[in-house]
């Protein structure tokens, strides 16, 4: 168990079960509390504050340009408030009791630069968690899941040999090369907070509650408390070839990053594949011969490094080596009418929820003018009742007319003499009797 307010720090990388943890610690804040731990701030994870203190653009949703690489270290617009860092820090602060558990994967994607930065900003004590898994089962998750998160447009067989440095003049970005390479990751990290103070869980499916086991046991929490049912599974082969060809098309028409989020990702995906059981016979990504090799033999480096580190493990290092089974990648030219619909109707679903919530606030913001309207007139009419209180009597009616538009005057005219008609009522004229105003019955 770690020390009475130690800041965890779990970096993931991707792909290695964290969504599990992140929904099972944000669906359970309270208990956690209860139990000495602070999953600091209200959402699923700490992606935005993190992203405000390294100024890394993780607001796809308010990024201005149109769909283009995800550059999402360098894109100027997306950026959270550095304001969001400041909050959450000042929660961590006040809580002088507990342990803080703070997690995002984004975390295993910067340099050494930026990862001190992170460190200061945590504070001390801190330790770090890293979620590994095996290679093979990590990289054809990365490809699909750009389609969802990333409007990736890369065919799989490219990707992969820009991704394993076979394309010299587009290689991967530097961040996605530092969290793949596990055992570079962990070594890197061990040298800025001491082996000591850095702890590796070996994600395995044949071990599926050795994964939260091994955090509840970090953080003092009861059995189980982190486990949960949600899980974020990788798309088919066919739904992400899919939203590829989706992704090209919306590019090549000019859609831009807030209709990709709004429509595409919290919709077409979310409300879509996500929601589907995939049927036993359904193609998943599977890596071509070549690329087994790779991530085979990357696995045991992998695991070599993370033994020479001297940090805490947990689980078996050896399952980093395990072989995938292998097909050569065919291109998908025909999608299932059953998914693309199930995809088409997520989106149609995203934009009527986006129009239900666009009415809402107009309705809101209609009832707020209405109410200031009201106001506004209130206090004209009392300033006006008390200017008209400080003129003569004689000059009253001059002054107090001079205050109004004829357009107003004349209204009002309109409105005392229908008023008076309704009522039977009206001033008498000398030598004339009164006019009753009667309805026809």
């Not at 020390?3 to 991707?14: E, K, S, V």
Request: with cysteine; charged share 25%.
């Amino acid at each position: 168990m770690l020390p009475a307010r130690t800041r965890l720090l779990h970096i993931g990388p991707m792909k290695t079960g964290t969504t599990a943890v992140q929904a099972a610690a944000s669906g359970r804040r309270k208990q956690l509390l209860a139990h000495g731990v602070r999953y600091p701030g209200r959402s699923f994870n700490q992606v935005r504050q993190i992203g405000g203190l390294i100024g890394w653009s993780v607001d796809v949703w308010r990024r201005t340009g149109r769909l283009g690489p995800d550059l999402l270290d360098v894109e100027a617009s997306g950026v959270p408030d550095r304001r969001l860092w400041n909050e959450l820090r000042a929660e961590i602060d006040a809580d002088t009791q507990r342990r803080v558990f703070i997690t995002h994967e984004f975390v295993s994607q910067v340099d050494d630069t930026t990862a001190a930065r992170i460190v200061e900003a945590v504070g001390e004590p801190v330790h770090i968690c890293i979620t590994v898994r095996a290679p093979a089962r990590i990289v054809p998750s990365l490809w699909a899941q750009g389609m969802r998160d990333d409007a990736q447009t890369e065919p799989f067989e490219d990707w992969l040999r820009r991704f394993f440095g076979r394309d010299v003049e587009q290689p991967a970005s530097g961040r996605f090369q530092r969290a793949y390479d596990h055992g570079d990751l962990v070594q890197r990290w061990a040298r800025l907070v001491g082996s000591q103070n850095v702890t590796v869980i070996v994600v395995d499916p044949s071990q599926p509650t050795l994964m939260t086991g091994a955090f509840e046991q970090m953080l003092g929490l009861p059995d189980g408390m982190l486990q949960w049912r949600t899980s974020n599974r990788a798309l088919t082969a066919v739904e992400a070839e899919l939203f590829r060809t989706a992704n090209a098309e919306l590019r090549d028409r000019g859609a831009d990053w807030r209709t990709f989020f709004e429509l595409v990702r919290k919709g077409a995906v979310r409300l879509g594949p996500e929601r589907r059981e995939v049927g036993p016979d359904e193609r998943r990504v599977t890596l071509p011969p070549w690329a087994a090799e790779i991530v085979t033999a990357d696995g045991q480096r992998f695991a070599r490094a993370i033994r020479q580190s001297g940090v805490r493990v947990v689980g078996d290092l050896d399952t980093l080596a395990v072989a995938p089974e292998t097909a050569e990648w065919h291109d998908i030219e025909q999608i299932p009418v059953a998914i693309a619909a199930n995809a088409l109707a997520g989106a149609v679903l995203a934009g009527q929820l986006q129009r239900d919530k666009f009415q809402a606030q107009l309705n809101s913001a209609s009832a707020r003018v209405a109410k200031l309207h009201a106001e506004l007139m209130t206090e004209r009419s009392k300033t006006l009742n008390e200017f008209a209180a400080t003129i003569p009597s004689s000059q009253r009616a001059d002054e107090v007319a001079a205050a109004f538009t004829s357009h107003e005057l004349a209204a009002a005219l309109k409105h005392r003499l229908l008023v008076r008609l309704r009522h039977g009522r009206t001033h008498s004229v000398p030598g004339r009797p009164p006019f009753r105003h009667t309805r026809n019955t």
